[in-house]
Structures are given as structure tokens and as C-alpha cells.
Nanobody, 115 residues
């Protein structure tokens, strides 16, 4: 499965962005991760095939929303009330199982939030 992420950019604090990630095949679980300079990659959000089960990092709860369109094999991350600390390269990931490591990773898209 190949993943193509898009939608990153530069936005002012308090603004919004929507990331998209298109998969070349069906997946059971899709997620978003991010890596800021000098930091380790961290989990942001995940969604399961039925779209009803989602998980979020505490740092983004209430601000970010993950969703998916199974017909398009695409996952979205709506990011609202962005903060400078959200600045990072965002990566989408996918897995064919409900648990364990994500088997497939996208190339990353840069999100920069200015203060």
C-alpha cells in the first residue's frame, strides 16, 4: 500500500488546515503521526475501518478531528485552533490489522504554525 499525504502549509496560530492521505489499497487502520525538530515522532490520531472508532493524543483532543472515506481509501485530519507547538512534519500511516505496528508510511507533509 502506498500513501500520499497532502494539505500541509503555513498558517497563523488559531487557524486551520486539513491534511489528506490517499492510500493505494484498502487498510484497516489509518493514523497520523508528527515529528518536530529535535523531537521524537509522536502519535497524533488514528481511525479504524468503520470510521466510528478513533484515538487522539491528549495534546490535540478537541482541536483535531480524524475521518476517513473508505470509498476513496482516504483519511483526513482536520486541524483547528492550531498552535505554534503543532509545527511539525506530519506523516500518515496505515495498517491492515487493528493492533501492532503500522506497516505503511507516507512521505510526510510540513505544517508550520506562526505565532
Amino acid at each position: 500500500v502506498q500513501l500520499q499525504a497532502s494539505g500541509g502549509g503555513l498558517v497563523q496560530a488559531g487557524g486551520s488546515l486539513r491534511l489528506s492521505c490517499a492510500a493505494s489499497g484498502r487498510t484497516y487502520r489509518m493514523g497520523w503521526f508528527r515529528r518536530s525538530p529535535g523531537k521524537r515522532r509522536e502519535f497524533v490520531a488514528a481511525i479504524y475501518w468503520d470510521g466510528g472508532s478513533t484515538n487522539y493524543a491528549d495534546s490535540v483532543k478537541g482541536r483535531f478531528t480524524i475521518s476517513r472515506d473508505n470509498a476513496k481509501n482516504t483519511v483526513y485530519l482536520q486541524m483547528n485552533s492550531l498552535k505554534p507547538e503543532d509545527t511539525a512534519v506530519y506523516y500518515c500511516a496505515a495498517g491492515r490489522s487493528p493492533v501492532g505496528e503500522y506497516a505503511f508510511w507516507g512521505q510526510g507533509t510540513q505544517v508550520t504554525v506562526s505565532s
